[in-house]
T-cell receptor, first 117, second 115 residues
Framework: AQKITQTQPGMFVQEKEAVTLDCTYD???????LFWYKQPSSGEMIFLIY??????QNATEGRYSLNFQKARKSANLVISASQLGDSAMYFC??????????????FGAGTILRVKS | DGGITQSPKYLFRKEGQNVTLSCEQN?????MYWYRQDPGQGLRLIYY???????QKGDIAEGYSVSREKKESFPLTVTSAQKNPTAFYLC??????????????FGEGSRLTVL
């Protein structure tokens, strides 16, 4: 079974600095997808960024980038120029099964990020 | 605006009572999901449905039931058989074919507390 490991329960970062949130995964599949979600205190899950296993370039979305190292099975999220509004829980997830309609995702335990002013 | 609506946002129930959590989406998505979130454990899949009138068990389906009679709706019933029902429940949906990434779109969640 596929597994996602996020080893950092909590992280602090100074406002305007960059921060890296770690994510490692375990799968025997050759084709898979990796996701990062943000969960503010309100509880909603916000999709941030996606990386496909065959994508040659690291994914980027604004201040978010994904440092994808396939051989090491890691997919770290990098947030540049941190803002106070980035304080939230962050989840790494992997597409577990390809289905005809939709996708099953398996999630890591999450990392709480706190941005200090 | 398109999105996923979960209700109620907060729910208190006595032990032994069944409760039903509502999830409605107007995104015209084929697939819908229910996840449970406990502190320190991330999200775990309860049930999912790829199309109307079809659904499958996820990793922790025991004590839960669902139905998918309409494309827009995927209610979750937490039965008295669920031994530890107090948790945060998240409903999600995703487009079927035609999506490059297949990301899930989530509702704002329902927090169930069993007294």
């Amino acid at each position: 079974a596929q597994k996602i490991t996020q080893t950092q329960p909590g992280m602090f970062v100074q406002e305007k600095e960059a921060v890296t949130l770690d994510c490692t995964y375990d799968t025997s599949d050759q084709s898979y997808g990796l996701f990062w979600y943000k969960q503010p205190s309100s509880g909603e899950m916000i999709f941030l960024i996606y990386q496909g296993s065959y994508d040659e370039q690291n994914a980027t979305e604004g201040r978010y980038s994904l440092n994808f190292q396939k051989a090491r099975k890691s997919a770290n999220l990098v947030i540049s120029a941190s803002q106070l509004g980035d304080s939230a829980m962050y989840f790494c997830a992997m597409r577990e099964v390809y289905m005809e309609y939709g996708n099953k995702l398996v999630f890591g335990a999450g990392t709480i990020l706190r941005v200090k002013s | 605006d398109g999105g996923i609506t979960q209700s109620p946002k907060y729910l208190f129930r006595k032990e032994g009572q069944n409760v039903t959590l509502s999830c409605e989406q107007n995104l015209n998505h084929d697939a819908m999901y229910w996840y449970r979130q406990d502190p320190g454990q991330g999200l775990r899949l309860i049930y999912y449905s790829q199309i109307v009138n079809d659904f499958q068990k996820g990793d922790i389906a025991e004590g839960y039931s669902v139905s998918r009679e309409k494309k827009e709706s995927f209610p979750l019933t937490v039965t008295s058989a669920q031994k530890n029902p107090t948790a945060f429940y998240l409903c999600a949906s995703s487009i079927g074919t035609g999506s490059n990434t297949g990301e899930l779109f989530f509702g704002e969640g329902s927090r169930l507390t069993v007294l």
